[in-house]
């Protein structure tokens, strides 16, 4: 037996200001015969400032824990501990369009991030998207 449960609450703390704080709590049965369970959680925090009516800007703290490796396998002794921030700039290109660039780091407990010289602790990208709405 698998259950999760996602709790959130979004805050307009302003006319410009917006927050969105929200946990994530999994646990599954490890097998039938037992009683004991693998837990994942993962807590986070997004911030939202609106600089005007084409333009925001947005951070995120994340944080995430699998050590069993119930929904992210990794076979290093403690598991998937994961710290993440980003920050991203949205621009709304038409009123259903909004083009996204976001810079995101992430900062394991282990060499959980595959690279071409081997596995890192610490992963960083830049992603751009654009997301259209009908």
């Known amino acids: 037996m698998r259950y999760f449960h996602n709790f959130y609450g979004i ?5 410009k200001v ?30 939202k400032f609106t600089i005007n009516d084409k333009l925001s800007i947005g951070m995120r703290a994340e944080y995430y824990e ?3 490796g119930v929904i992210i396998a990794t076979g290093t002794p403690n598991g998937f501990k994961t710290t993440g921030v980003s920050a991203n700039f949205d621009y709304l290109v038409l009123p259903n369009a909004i083009w996204r660039v976001e810079v995101r780091n992430f900062a394991s407990k282990d060499n959980v991030f595959q ?20």
């Open 11 to 15: 805050f307009q703390v302003s006319g």
């Open 66 to 68: 699998d050590e069993n």
């Open 115 to 134: 690279k071409d010289d081997g596995a890192s602790k610490t992963d960083t990208f830049v992603t751009t998207a654009l997301a259209l709405s009908f």
């Open 18 to 47: 917006g927050l969105t704080v929200g946990f994530d709590y999994g646990a599954e049965e490890k097998s039938p015969e037992t009683t004991g369970t693998n837990v994942w959680i993962s807590p986070v925090v997004i911030a």
